[in-house]
């Protein structure tokens, strides 16, 4: 049941019990959290945001916030060694009156509070090439201060979240059960899907034999996870770290360039308007290997465009799947939302595999250049 505004306010105050607090006002576009913006009086009317996590993306929220807690907890140690500012290069989570890094409402949901990074601001898309290396810098930098952080001790927040051969398994499930009586439609797109199975291993198969490290890896690399500063026009700070577990360096560069090199929407119609923008790839490689160049070894460098496509199919079968389950998962505004998004997601790994040999021979090259 949605809480009243009484009920909000007195979360927040969970978080401040040394002073008074303004009125929780709603912030943000998020579609997965509910956030709001406060302030504490007695912090000179510094802001404070508070956000419900989502039980059901998030089953175990005190997972995520253990995650979250030493993930910030030792980005701040190594920001103070490199001479940074930790106020704003990194979220501080808020205790509650209790000692505990979280709160907990009548439904039973979990709610938290972290420091609201002032003078900055993020962008949905954007076509600006230096704001895309700005981002880069950003997650590039995330993962190169969490170099000596054992990826391992973290917890899976979405279980098998890029086993792209178990969404394999899942999209044949749907394809066979086709709930929503949709496949017959869609025979050419299943078809062309299937046609990429045998690659859906590649990324996987390589962790498996250790060919590639697992790493602290974010895992929502879209452009608003970031927050630029409005006076440099600088990356400062990585936020949403709900999904913040082990994973691989290819999915972060993949999803951030899958999200944020397409030239056009991820529901786009007019399929002639979705390309792969090469400047755009150069700009988020550039800012991302300037920062972690000197981390990643050669066979990682190489699974950088391996993790684009690969991004990009596994959410290509997944909305796909989902539209023949019958839109059960993603939110849709019309019957055939999946279906678009799918094939958009289809003519970009089209346009991937067309531009493969120079996104390869880009990332090699930057992989030599320091700064």
């Known amino acids: ?210 060919d590639l490290p697992l790493r602290v890896t974010h895992n929502d690399t879209k452009l608003n996870n970031v927050l630029i500063d409005e006076k440099t026009g600088h990356a400062v700070c990585v936020i949403d770290l709900d999904t913040v577990m082990p994973g691989l360096c290819a999915y972060d560069f993949g999803d951030a360039i899958r999200y944020g090199a397409n030239t056009a929407a991820e529901d786009e119609t007019d399929l002639s308007k979705v390309r792969l923008d090469m400047d755009m790839y150069r700009a988020y490689a550039t800012g991302y290997l300037s920062e972690v160049s000197d981390q990643l070894t050669m066979r990682e460098v190489d699974s950088l465009p391996v993790g684009a496509r690969m991004m990009t199919l596994e959410n290509g079968i997944r909305f796909l799947g989902d539209y023949l389950n019958g839109d059960i998962y993603f939110k849709t505004d019309y019957p055939e939302h999946n279906l678009v998004r799918a094939r958009t997601q289809f003519k970009l790994l089209q346009e991937i595999d067309e531009h493969w040999d120079e996104m390869l021979l880009c990332v090699r090259d930057l992989s030599t250049r320091k700064g």
């Not at 302030?39 to 945001?49: I, L, T, W």
């Not at 066979?176 to 899907?193: N, P, S, T």
């Open 1 to 210: 049941m949605k809480l009243t505004v009484e009920e909000v306010r007195a979360l927040a105050a969970q978080f401040a019990p040394e002073g008074k607090i303004g009125v929780p006002k709603p912030f943000g576009g998020g579609h997965i959290n509910d956030t709001y913006l406060f302030s504490r009086e007695d912090e000179n009317g510094a802001q404070y945001v508070l956000q419900r996590i989502n039980k059901n993306a998030f089953p175990n929220p005190e997972d995520v916030m253990d995650n979250m807690l030493r993930v910030t907890e030792y980005l701040r140690g190594v920001i103070i060694k490199r001479g940074g500012d930790p106020v704003r290069e990194t979220l501080k989570l808020l205790k509650t009156e209790e000692g505990r890094f979280f709160a907990i409402d009548r439904n039973g949901d979990y709610w938290r509070s972290y420091s609201f990074v002032a003078d900055s601001v993020s962008y949905d898309r954007c076509d600006d090439a230096n704001i895309f290396c700005e981002s880069g810098h950003a997650f590039g930098r995330f993962l190169s201060m969490l170099d000596g952080f054992d990826a391992a001790s973290l917890h899976e927040t979405i279980v098998q979240f890029h086993d792209t051969p178990k969404r394999f398994r899942d999209f044949h499930a749907a394809v066979e059960k086709d709930a929503a009586g949709r496949a017959d439609g869609v025979r050419d797109l299943i078809e062309v899907a299937l046609g990429y199975e045998p690659f859906a291993d590649t990324l996987t198969g390589q962790l498996r034999s250790g």
